[in-house]
């Protein structure tokens, strides 16, 4: 098998992209000293996390010199998410560490006061030129998850001999790939991105991506023609499958669904309801066009040695055939083995990470850290498991699943907790209700109600909300509509709505009726319902966004 070079700088979640390199038939060795570049033919640069950990990181091992000879040699070199905002000369992230300054300009954030950041999600790489840029399509779809962006400036970078794509959030265009020469750039995460993504590294990774760009550049093809640059809105609407794992009587792992939170069948035996079996059912889904997939490890196997953990071998076999983004929860928190030793949640979190996972969320554990923050005045010490993975792997890798019930008052001032006035009042006539957030699986209810948890793990680091309801799940009566529009009033990081989804059209409710940033469903998906491209189909017909499956 061919070989491509791999830089190992920083701890980072790239099992993902060693799985796609191998998926398009070619083998990563690793670079792990400066001495090393040298040998690496073909290099790539895989970036997670902050901008300012990977500059110090690389300058204090003696990289940079290494790698601006690897780039001037005119060998091939990719650079993938902050792998691409390492090129450029420095990034508002942190202003104290230079880029390597291949290309000129500074990073900056996106704006939040519209939308969500980071941007997470499916989005353009088109091409400002008729280029052809390394397999990327004007109607495909690439995985971007980012805070920090290299603004467009029409003919800027084209100026200077660079092909640019890029993609549009809110009213913000965006460099989303760039290529001179023997140098590729991705923001977005080809690793993650579907067989869009598997074209893209193949392009990069058999030179043929190099050749057709330097012909067309060759036949002056581009010649200062930027005129096809899509700047609308690329983001499509998330559509996420999640499977609930556990093991039934028998010992097997299943997947399986709840009503409400209880997963055994309604007859005498009461049996773990079992509706399939987890790596086949993640690579069904992914078939279908989902654009995540969500295990969350309900009852997170307690008589297990961790290292043993049955998830971290359902998250290997996975990863080898799902091409997008991975998420695992259940389980991730500061806990004692087996044998008595202790292993750390961020401990935890790798394990996970080097098993294939893309992000991990976290559920009781943030609860009782929420909790804790509050009675500290509100202060942090960077010692909870959600600043630890963010600060290590970062907040794009860190989800935290919130499991609220409703709680009926009859009047908004009845209660401290932010209620909201809600059209279906409860058992006696209450017209007002506050969520309040559950530990365990829903056993047991805190006296913290979801505006309060999601503004304090905002604050910790985390990067997105997985939104559950308790009341919801299972129901098949669609998505709590006031609960979404709640939280996503009280943060910037996107949300996911859950629970209740039992047709296509709630989906479309859901993206109608509150800004929520994507939308997942497990229970209609496992029961054979509806697929989810039937779903997607529905929302692309009502005239929304959604990445088209590529087969
Ligand atoms: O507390 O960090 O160990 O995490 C445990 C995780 O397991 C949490 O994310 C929690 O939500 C989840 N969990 C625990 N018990 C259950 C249960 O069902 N008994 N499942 C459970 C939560 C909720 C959803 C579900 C949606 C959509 N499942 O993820 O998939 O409600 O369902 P629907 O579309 O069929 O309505 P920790």
Redesign the pocket.
């Known amino acids: 098998m061919p070989k491509v070079y791999l830089l190992d700088y920083v701890a980072g979640n790239v099992r993902s992209l060693v799985n796609a390199i191998e998926k398009v038939g070619y083998e990563v060795d690793w670079i792990r000293s400066p001495e090393d570049v040298a040998r690496a033919d073909s290099l790539i640069l895989p970036g997670v996390g902050h901008f300012g950990h990977c500059l110090s990181q690389l300058s204090a091992a003696g990289y940079v010199p290494a790698l601006r000879a690897h780039i001037d040699a005119g060998k091939p070199f990719m650079g993938i998410c902050v792998g691409l905002q390492a090129l450029f000369s420095n990034s508002s992230e942190d202003p104290n560490y230079p880029g390597l300054g291949v290309l000129p300009g500074a990073l900056d954030r996106f704006d939040d006061s519209v939308k969500a950041v980071p941007h997470i999600g499916w989005n353009n790489a088109s091409c400002a030129t008729d280029q052809t840029l390394y397999g990327l399509r004007p109607d495909s779809k690439y995985y971007y998850v980012h805070s920090y962006k290299y603004p467009y400036k029409k003919g800027e970078l084209e100026g200077l001999g660079w092909a640019v794509a890029t993609g549009t959030y809110g009213n913000e265009t965006f460099i989303g790939a760039v290529a001179k020469g023997n140098v590729l750039a991705t923001q977005f995460h080809p690793e993650k991105s579907g067989v869009a993504g598997l074209r893209v590294l193949r392009s990069f990774l058999d030179g043929s991506g190099a050749k057709a760009l330097a012909e067309t550049q060759r036949l002056g093809a581009s010649n200062g023609k930027i005129d096809q640059l899509i700047a609308q809105e690329g983001l499509t609407r998330r559509v996420i499958a999640?499977l609930?794992v556990r093991t039934n009587d028998q010992g097997d792992l299943v997947v399986t669904?709840?009503d409400q939170?209880?997963?055994r069948e309604k007859s005498d035996d009461r049996s773990v309801r079992n509706l399939g079996k987890p790596v086949e059912m993640a690579k069904k889904y992914y078939e279908q066009g989902a654009d995540e997939v969500t295990f969350?490890?309900?009852t997170?196997f307690r008589d297990c040695p961790v290292a043993d953990l049955p998830m971290l071998e359902i998250l290997r076999r996975t990863s080898e055939t799902v091409f997008v983004p991975l998420t695992i929860?259940?389980?991730?928190?500061d806990t004692v083995d087996v044998d008595g030793t202790k292993v750390s949640a961020l401990e935890i979190a790798t394990m996970y990470f080097k098993s294939g996972a893309d992000k991990v969320?976290?559920?009781?554990?943030a609860v009782i850290a929420a909790e804790e923050y509050y009675r500290a005045g509100k202060t942090l010490y960077g010692n909870t498991a959600i600043e630890q993975i963010s600060k290590a792997y970062g907040n794009q890798a860190v989800v935290v699943?919130v499991?609220p019930k409703r709680v009926y008052v009859p009047k908004q001032d009845a209660t401290r907790h932010a209620t909201v006035k809600t059209a279906t009042p409860g058992p006696n006539g209450e017209e007002y209700c506050w969520y309040a957030c559950t530990?365990?699986?829903?056993r047991e209810t805190r006296d913290l109600d979801v505006v309060e948890l999601t503004q304090a793990v905002e604050a910790m680091g985390a990067g997105e909300i997985?939104l559950?309801c308790i009341d919801?799940?299972?129901?098949n009566s669609g998505f709590d509509l006031e609960l979404i529009s709640q939280v996503k009033k009280a943060i910037k990081i996107p949300v996911i709505a859950?629970?209740?989804?039992g047709n296509p059209g709630h989906f479309m409710e859901v993206f109608q009726e509150t800004t929520t940033d994507a939308a997942?469903?497990?229970?209609?998906f496992h029961r054979g319902e509806y697929t989810v491209q039937q779903v997607k189909d529905y929302l692309a017909e009502k005239g929304l966004t959604v990445r088209k499956f590529e087969g």
């Open positions: 999640c609930d669904k709840g939170y209880d997963v969350l490890n309900i997170s929860g259940g389980g991730i928190r969320s976290v559920g009781s554990d699943s499991d530990i365990k699986g829903g997985l559950n919801k799940d299972g129901t859950s629970s209740g989804a997942l469903g497990a229970g209609m």
